[in-house]
């Protein structure tokens, strides 16, 4: 097999070459930052995490995305270890503080002695730096224009298949000492507050990680909520509907991912979208009254120390003096100090089905591959889990032999078939059971997701055991 050349140092691009690394394959990560930043990012680090600090739910039972992080942590994924080892308190969910996470995986990287990291912008597929390789692009949706330029043009020798995108919001982040905790109180949904497992032994970093400096706070709530009555939350509604926005240029039609739509996109839906969406008071009770709140903004913890949250839902493409006038009519939120504002971007992926092979590459270059939210998956640990696949999936092949793909019925071969299934018009997708085959035996509502789980994690037990056994 070819030397492997890895372009992007984002979580898939990271996961791909730590793989690599793992079995023995050495490889080149090319990183553009800090030579070249995209309109999103602000750190020199690898695997920057731009729109949260969350990766979701870490149930493994009832719901797609904590069951592949169990998939990809039984592979031994890079970026789920550091995500478990810097993880901040969000009840049932796997959040990160984000400085740490990419500090440490930047760390692992630069540690790697079968991984050269080459800080260093590749601008087309056919610079020098990748003659002779096998091409692993990993750019990430915010890829360079000249990069994605040539990209697409391979991609058009391929049938006509075109080049597709959709617009990312990400949400801003306030001060803690900021909020008002005499309207503002600490909890998650139906009191789910599990504390985080630190850790200060892992073996590549050289000084252990900082313990929380308020454990305590942890006994109160893993968010910080925000309760609404009717009237406030009429306020707040009607503001976001009037509030100006950041226009899209003249040649790009808006189109936005499902999963991470602008609170104000959400609010021209109509006036109970939003009480039943990210601000929905289900599950909570405001110590004040006593009562349900007509509508609740919840806050999730950015870092260890809980000094600053993100508003969760919140991610908008309002301009920076409508986000905070809108924001701070949130109660609790009147005097806000914002760390960061929101913020709007375009996201690049192609129509996997029309160009990709099974195997990630292209069909009209076999020698280049395309792994992470460039292909359609959507989401952090979907990318990551997309890099650690093809990774693994080289270095099988450097190693003369083929790894066979994981069945549909788990979560990782779920969202690679996703990749495969040809479409009208292909979208992104996040992981979730609704890419599963149905069981074969009807079961009850409450009970799918959990048997749908139990085969997914039998199966692939199985598959791991075959795959990663065979000669």
């Known amino acids: 097999m070819q030397d492997v050349a890895i372009i992007g140092g984002g979580l898939a691009g990271c996961e791909c070459a730590l793989a690599l690394a793992r079995a023995g394959v050495p490889c080149t990560l090319f990183e553009q930052k800090p030579e070249v930043f995209s309109p999103a990012h602000t750190s020199p680090e690898l695997g920057e995490l731009v729109c949260s600090n969350s990766f979701r739910s870490d149930d493994a039972q009832g719901s797609g995305v904590g069951l592949l992080k169990q998939e990809m942590r039984d592979l031994g994924s890079e970026v789920m270890a550091v995500a478990d080892r810097v993880r901040v308190p969000a009840g049932k969910a796997l959040a990160v503080d984000r400085a740490r996470f990419s500090r440490l995986l930047t760390a692992r990287v630069e540690q790697e002695t079968a991984v050269t990291l080459v800080r260093r912008q590749i601008p087309d597929l056919d610079a020098p730096e990748l003659k002779d390789k096998t091409v692993v692009i990993a750019a990430g949706p915010l890829a360079s224009e000249n990069l994605t330029a040539s990209l697409s043009g391979l991609i058009s020798e391929d049938g006509g298949s075109r080049r597709l995108y959709f617009y990312d919001a990400i949400a801003p982040i306030v001060r803690a000492d900021s909020v008002d905790m005499s309207i503002a109180f600490r909890g998650s949904r139906y009191g789910n507050d599990a504390?985080?497992?630190?850790?200060?032994?892992?073996?590549?970093?050289?000084?252990?990680?900082?313990?929380?400096?308020?454990?305590?706070?942890?006994?109160?709530?893993?968010?910080?909520?925000?309760?609404?009555?009717?009237?406030?939350?009429?306020?707040?509604?009607?503001?976001?509907?009037?509030?100006?926005?950041?226009?899209?240029?003249?040649?790009?039609?808006?189109?936005?991912?499902?999963?991470?739509?602008?609170?104000?996109?959400?609010?021209?839906?109509?006036?109970?979208?939003?009480?039943?969406?990210?601000?929905?008071?289900?599950?909570?009770?405001?110590?004040?009254?006593?009562r349900r709140p007509y509508a609740l903004l919840q806050l999730r913890a950015e870092n260890a120390e809980r000094t600053s949250f993100n508003l969760v839902g919140c991610q908008t493409k309002m301009t920076y003096a409508a986000q905070e006038r809108v924001f701070r009519l949130v109660p609790g939120l009147a005097h806000a100090e914002f760390l960061r504002l929101g913020s709007v971007h375009r996201n690049t992926y192609v129509d996997a089905p029309s160009c990709l092979a099974p195997d990630l590459s292209l069909k009209v270059r076999p020698d280049i591959f395309l792994a992470g939210q460039i292909t359609g998956v959507e989401g952090y640990v979907e990318s990551a889990a997309c890099g650690l696949w093809l990774g693994l999936l080289l270095a099988a092949r450097a190693h003369g032999r083929e790894l066979p793909a994981p069945p549909q019925t788990t979560a990782l071969g779920a969202l690679l078939q996703h990749l495969r299934t040809p479409s009208r018009q292909f979208t992104p997708s996040n992981v979730h059971f609704g890419l599963m085959p149905e069981l074969a035996v009807r079961t009850g509502k409450k009970s799918r997701k959990a048997e749908m789980a139990a085969r997914a994690r039998a199966d692939f037990a199985v598959w791991r055991t075959e795959a990663f056994t065979a000669a």
């Open 195 to 290: 504390p985080p497992p630190y850790s200060d032994d892992a073996p590549f970093l050289e000084t252990p990680l900082e313990t929380m400096t308020n454990p305590e706070a942890l006994e109160h709530g893993d968010y910080l909520n925000c309760p609404m009555t009717r009237a406030e939350y009429t306020a707040f509604y009607e503001a976001l509907l009037t509030a100006e926005r950041v226009p899209a240029h003249d040649f790009e039609k808006e189109i936005h991912f499902e999963g991470c739509m602008p609170i104000e996109a959400l609010a021209d839906r109509g006036e109970r979208t939003l009480t039943f969406g990210p601000l929905k008071p289900v599950g909570f009770t405001d110590p004040r009254t006593g």
